[in-house]
């Protein structure tokens, strides 16, 4: 079975620009959340969503936002890019109370 | 408001010896507890998770913690560590309504020394 895959896994963007990034989660699961990794900050939840609704949201600002389609797969844009989000994110699925992270998508701002 | 204290920044220990990393949490209500290990080669990795029952929780790779709900602690330990345990490790409380929106610990860093 395939594990959580996320693309890119490098990106390069300027100050201003907006960016997509997309997680495919484990055949069958239906909840995927994303998670965002700093030096400064560590890891902070991002949001959550199941079966195409967000359940959970984190505490960031509005630029930053996702959606879900019906295969589960997932994207998170983040619009209007300042240097503090450059960033490891980091998404992972849920099968009943076992969760799979991918690899994650290495975002610089430049 | 949660929050998750790890005391420790980075820890040494040698290959054989027993592990314990300290994990503190703030929660006003029954929280969920996880621990999670992050390594180079790995990415991050779910070690183990409380949501109620055991205070001792069985985890992947021989780790175990136990939830303390007096000292507001949830310590993971391992009997004896392995070389290929280094890595980091986070401590992370979560809502009881919803596991997902978790908030993590900074992080411990642990070396192992052949």
């Known amino acids: 079975k395939a594990g959580v895959t996320q693309t890119p896994r490098y990106l390069i963007k300027t100050r201003g620009q907006q960016v997509t990034l997309s997680c495919s989660p484990i055949s069958g699961h239906r909840s995927v959340s994303w998670y965002q990794q700093t030096p400064g900050q560590g890891l902070q939840f991002l949001f959550e969503?199941?079966?195409?609704?967000?359940?959970n949201k984190g505490n960031f600002p509005g630029r930053f936002s996702g959606r879900q389609f019906s295969n589960s797969r997932s994207e998170m844009n983040v619009s209007t890019l300042e240097l503090g989000d450059s960033a490891l994110y980091l998404c992972a699925s849920w099968a009943g109370e076992t969760q799979y992270f991918g690899p994650g998508t290495r975002l610089l701002v430049l | 408001a949660q929050s998750v204290t790890q005391p420790d920044i980075h820890i040494t220990v040698s290959e054989g010896a027993s592990l314990e990393l300290r994990c503190n949490y703030s929660y006003g209500a029954t929280p969920y507890l996880f621990w999670y290990v992050q390594s180079p080669g790995q990415g991050l990795q779910l070690l183990l998770k409380?949501?109620?029952?055991?205070?001792l929780v069985q985890g992947i790779k021989g780790f175990e913690a136990e939830f303390k709900r007096s000292q507001s602690s949830f310590n993971l330990r391992k009997p004896s560590v392995h070389w290929s345990d280094a890595a980091e490790y986070f401590c992370a409380v979560g809502a009881e309504t919803s596991y997902d929106k978790v908030i993590f610990g900074p992080g411990t860093s642990l070396s192992v020394i052949p």
């Open positions: 969503y199941f079966s195409e609704t967000q359940r």
């Open positions: 409380y949501f109620s029952g055991d205070t």
